[in-house]
């Protein structure tokens, strides 16, 4: 069974993300971003979808300045029990993880090209 991820952030690393997870065969449930250039990748726009709801993985891909808003988007959203938040971080990784570790949610950060 294939893990079930969403990619909030619809620029060029969680697009390229997100093309890559697909062409290998994984289960890439929803692309988020503040812009929909249209083209094959389905972006959705606004508030977040219900269908983050259903992810067992989150790829946050967003610019470092913007990441604390992006978890605290998230964690509003209501994130499924269990949901692994991921950060594909240009340098550090945020505080802001650790509001969601202290309520459970494991979570981590990574270089894309890494």
Sequence with gaps: MS???FVLGAGRAGLGLARA????GADVVGVHGRHNAGGPDR???GELP???QGADVVLIAVRDAQI?????ELDAAGLAPGTVVLHASGSA???T???LRARGFPCGTFHPLL
């Design 50 to 52: 219900r269908g983050l």
């Design 43 to 45: 972006i959705t726009t």
């Design 21 to 24: 997870l697909r062409a290998s």
């Design 97 to 99: 993880l650790d509001e």
């Design 93 to 95: 990784e945020p505080a």
């Design 68 to 72: 604390d808003d992006a978890v605290r």
């Design 3 to 5: 893990e079930r991820i």
